[in-house]
């Protein structure tokens, strides 16, 4: 199985005010706080934000774990019963993400891991380290967001979601967060979505706003989603926005599988960045 590094820019939700100095905080500001101790969280997991470090002297670099606390461990060999392995209650399977913050970009490479977490839940957490809420986005390829922008060529937003009530951000305030809380208390477990989208009418149906909605549907772990344009000749074509964002994959080096000190997959993560920069640069 591959490895794929992922990309994501980093805001403040809203702009913090300046301080009676007249200095005001940064991104940048708040990430060198995880240099200074370890973080913890709790919620349906222990999870923390772990050994932050400075490399470079510039690339902040840490670990973001989820602690699977209750869940028994068995080991053993084929054809027998195995074993189960003694832990404490609050003891558990480490299941990471390793993340590089490149300050100059405001930007958060992070490594995919399935059974760690989800870049929303990196966002919560860093949310709760910083003390102000900041919101974590994808980078989408040049080619996509030139089309994304030029709002009048969108006419269609389709998406299927798992229903997870635990990544629906409880400040946000686009209607698809709506939509999202409506699913979870009716029971559903995946919910399909497709809206017109039209600058030009506020008539139920169609959204005006098709940049935040989409980013919103892109942050609750959308499993498909593409968004219908028209071309200068009217031609209707789908855009696939999962795989236009940028990423970046190692063949042969699995994480999962693999155990490397730390150092060395911050060096795996600042190669991935420095490979994709031309695209990244693109992007800005």
């Not at 809203?14 to 940048?28: H, M, R, V, W």
């Not at 208390?185 to 506020?202: P, Y």
Request: aromatic letters at 10%.
């Amino acid at each position: 199985m591959s490895t794929t590094v992922e990309f994501y820019q980093v805001n403040f939700f809203e702009e913090p005010e300046s301080d009676d100095q007249g200095y005001t905080l940064t991104i940048s500001d708040c990430f060198k706080k995880l240099l200074t101790g370890n973080h913890s969280f709790q919620d349906s997991y222990d999870r923390d934000l772990y050994k932050f470090q400075l490399i470079d002297e510039k690339y902040v670099c840490g670990v973001f774990r989820k602690v699977r606390t209750g869940e028994p461990i068995k080991v053993g060999k084929a054809c027998t019963d195995g074993w189960d392995v003694a832990m404490a209650d609050d003891e558990g399977k480490f299941e990471t993400n390793h993340l590089v913050y490149i300050p100059n970009k405001r930007i958060v490479a992070y490594i995919r891991n399935h059974h760690g977490n989800h870049y929303k839940r990196l966002e919560q957490c860093l949310t709760k380290a910083f003390g102000v809420k900041v919101e974590l986005s994808p980078l989408l390829t040049r080619g996509t967001l030139e089309t994304l922008l030029n709002n009048k060529s969108v006419t269609k937003l389709q998406a299927n979601i798992p229903v997870r009530h635990d990544l629906i951000p409880e400040y946000a305030d686009n209607w698809s967060n709506d939509v999202m809380q409506a699913a979870y208390h009716s029971g559903a477990e995946t919910v399909k979505i497709e809206t017109n989208i039209s600058l030009r009418t506020t008539l139920p149906g169609s959204i005006n706003s098709p940049i935040k909605a989409i980013r919103n549907f892109l942050g609750f772990g959308a499993t498909s989603a593409k968004v219908e344009v028209l071309d200068i000749d009217g031609k209707k074509n789908w855009i696939d926005l999962i795989e236009d964002k940028i990423k970046y994959v190692f063949t042969d080096y699995k994480y999962s599988k693999e155990t490397l000190p730390d150092e060395s997959v911050y060096e795996k993560i600042i190669t991935a960045y420095l490979d994709k920069l031309d695209a990244i640069n693109e992007a800005y």
